[in-house]
T-cell receptor, first 116, second 115 residues
Framework: AQSVAQPEDQVNVAEGNPLTVKCTYSVSGNPYLFWYVQYPNRGLQFLLKYITGDNLVKGSYGFEAEFNKSQTSFHLKKPSALVSDSALYFCAVRDPMNSGYSTLTFGKGTMLLVSP | EAGVAQSPRYKIIEKRQSVAFWCNPISGHATLYWYQQILGQGPKLLIQFQNNGVVDDSQLPKDRFSAERLKGVDSTLKIQPAKLEDSAVYLC?????????????FGPGTRLTVL
């Protein structure tokens, strides 16, 4: 069965500093990996995805993520955090070996707080 | 482009009552998803439609939950009767074709409180 772990409930970073939100996954085959962000009282917004190819993928709002197969990780990063980046971040995985309609499995989320 | 619309935004009911949620996906999106997000957890898929057919309802508690997408556009999710543990945010999402590599577009959600 596929699963996602986000080991940190909360990440605190000062504005202007680099940020990392951690994600590890478990699937039987090669994963499809996604990051979503959720602002208060709003739905989830798609940030970026890794399907195949370059291990470093770039997404919206200056975020990027690095796929590391040996460590089964897909950490979200940004070189310089903004206060407006404060939100709840979800990592999600799909196992393309399952079927044509493989379920998207989400982690429990990591709250990112960026202080001025 | 209009996003995924959901209503109502908030609903408070007593246990054993019934409730229904409505979702209008992005125009042209063939695939529609209903998720349940309990406080402190990530969204959990309840049901997935491809046009008006169900392709995955393995995690839907079918004794009390039902969903339909009769014309392949709008969808309703119903709970009857509600239990305390159904208190959650119910998210609707859509995607163009439902392929594994696609991102999903989420609505704002309906926050259900069961007393």
């Amino acid at each position: 069965a596929q699963s996602v772990a986000q080991p940190e409930d909360q990440v605190n970073v000062a504005e202007g500093n680099p940020l990392t939100v951690k994600c590890t996954y478990s699937v039987s085959g090669n994963p499809y990996l996604f990051w979503y962000v959720q602002y208060p009282n709003r739905g989830l917004q798609f940030l970026l995805k890794y399907i195949t190819g370059d291990n470093l993928v770039k997404g919206s709002y200056g975020f990027e993520a690095e796929f590391n197969k040996s460590q089964t990780s897909f950490h979200l990063k940004k070189p310089s955090a903004l206060v407006s980046d404060s939100a709840l971040y979800f990592c999600a995985v799909r196992d393309p070996m399952n079927s044509g309609y493989s379920t998207l499995t989400f982690g429990k989320g990591t709250m990112l707080l960026v202080s001025p | 482009e209009a996003g995924v619309a959901q209503s109502p935004r908030y609903k408070i009911i007593e246990k054993r009552q019934s409730v229904a949620f409505w979702c209008n996906p992005i125009s042209g999106h063939a695939t529609l998803y209903w998720y349940q997000q309990i406080l402190g957890q990530g969204p959990k898929l309840l049901i997935q439609f491809q046009n008006n057919g169900v392709v995955d309802d393995s995690q839907l508690p079918k004794d009390r939950f039902s969903a339909e997408r009769l014309k392949g556009v709008d969808s309703t999710l119903k709970i009857q009767p509600a239990k305390l543990e159904d208190s959650a945010v119910y998210l609707c999402a859509s995607s163009l074709g439902g392929t594994l590599a696609e991102g999903q577009y989420f609505g704002p959600g309906t926050r259900l409180t069961v007393l």
